[in-house]
Every structure is written in C-alpha cells, then in structure tokens.
T-cell receptor
Framework: AQSVTQLDSQVPVFEEAPVELRCNYSSSVSVYLFWYVQYPNQGLQLLLK??????LVKSINGFEAEFNKSQTSFHLRKPSVHISDTAEYFC????????????FGRGTQLTVWP | GVTQSPTHLIKTRGQQVTLRCSSQ?????VSWYQQALGQGPQFIFQ???????GRGNFPPRFSGLQFPNDSSELNVNALELDDSALYLC?????????????FGPGTRLTVL
C-alpha cells in the first residue's frame, strides 16, 4: 500500500524567508511524485512533478523539490516566499502502473506573514 | 478548464445526490476524489472512455457515469453524515500514472 506523510500541518513564515515543506512516502513499488497547491475556494493545481531523470525539479514560480530515493522523501523548498504563496500544499504519489490514482498526504497550510 | 456544479449543496441523511463535472476538452479520463475537512483528497474512482477503470475504498452507494461529451456525474445514495466533504473531479488526457490531473474547484456537500 502507498502512504504519504506530510509532517507539518501548518508552517508560518515571514515574507522573503526560506521555507521547506516536508513529504515522505512509503511504497514497495516505483512511484511518481507530485506537489499540488490549493488556494482558498479553488481546486488543486499542479506545482511540479518528478517522473524520472534529474532528481531536482522546479516550478515556474520559484519552488523546487528533490526526489531522494534512499530517504523516500520529496521535500518542497523555496528560498524566498511571497504573501501570495499562502495556500495549502499537498504532496501526492502515483504507482508506476497504468492507473493514475493519486495518493495524497494530509496537506500543509503555508501562511506567509508580512 | 474543469468545471463542477453545484458549488455548494445541503442534503439530509438518507437522501441521494448527483454532482456534475465538465472535463477539459480532449481529456478522456475523469477521476473523483473526496476531501474531508482537514484531510487530503481520497480517490473514489476513475472513468476512462465511459467505463469505470479503478475504484478506491468506497461503498457501492458511490457510483458514477461518464458521457461522450466530456461531462461526468458522481451519484451518492443513502447519504450519511460522514459523506459531508468537498468533492473534486479531475480530468487527464489518458489516466496514466504520469499524467497531470486537472482539478475542478469542487462541490461542497453538507449532510445534515
């Protein structure tokens, strides 16, 4: 079975500070890894994903995540956050099979203060 | 993009409800997820070319339909209080595990 653990339910930070949102997964098979973001009253939007190749993946708005197979982690980082980054962030995995079933973590609420 | 209707819905225990979703054009796969308060979304089922293609740990009173015109429905019979949640639909090009799923804004269901 797959499970995704997001260790922090809430992360408050000040504007322009760095942030790391942690994600660990457990799986006996190969997985693909995703970070989705959910702004208030909106659906989930893909932030970035790791399928294969370089273990460091980046989004267009400055976030990056590194796949670490030995530690089964896919932590999300940003060197300098903005107030507009305030949202709920979900880590998710799919199995390396044909069905695109997403297994989500419980989410981390990132709140950026001025 | 993906749209869902209605935005909010209030029902009483034992009633039936139908939620609707319009997929992104050209996508032939739709998945439905239930997001309880404070939790991550849980997979209900996936439809590919109008047939159920996989199901999560939800009872048979949760059923769905997918139509040729990029629309789909989630039906829930005999509503229970624990069915109160945000219901999300997501469409993708082929439903594969590497696909990006595009989510709608959700329908907030409250069961009293």
């Amino acid at each position: 079975a797959q499970s995704v653990t997001q260790l922090d339910s809430q992360v408050p930070v000040f504007e322009e500070a760095p942030v790391e949102l942690r994600c660990n997964y457990s799986s006996s098979v190969s997985v693909y890894l995703f970070w989705y973001v959910q702004y208030p009253n909106q659906g989930l939007q893909l932030l970035l994903k790791y399928l294969s190749g370089s273990t460091l993946v980046k989004s267009i708005n400055g976030f990056e995540a590194e796949f670490n197979k030995s530690q089964t982690s896919f932590h999300l980082r940003k060197p300098s956050v903005h107030i507009s980054d305030t949202a709920e962030y979900f880590c998710a995995v799919t199995r390396g099979s044909t069905l695109g079933r997403l297994y989500f973590g419980r989410g981390t609420q990132l709140t950026v203060w001025p | 993009g993906v749209t869902q209707s209605p935005t909010h819905l209030i029902k009483t225990r034992g009633q039936q409800v139908t939620l609707r979703c319009s997929s992104q054009s050209g996508h032939n796969t739709v998945s439905w997820y239930q997001q309880a308060l404070g939790q991550g979304p849980q997979f209900i089922f996936q439809y590919y070319r109008e047939e159920e293609n996989g199901r999560g740990n939800f009872p048979p009173r949760f059923s769905g339909l997918q139509f040729p015109n990029d629309s789909s429905e989630l039906n829930v019979n005999a509503l229970e209080l624990d069915d109160s949640a945000l219901y999300l639909c997501a469409s993708s090009p082929s439903g594969g595990s590497t696909d990006t799923q595009y989510f709608g804004p959700g329908t907030r269901l409250t069961v009293l």
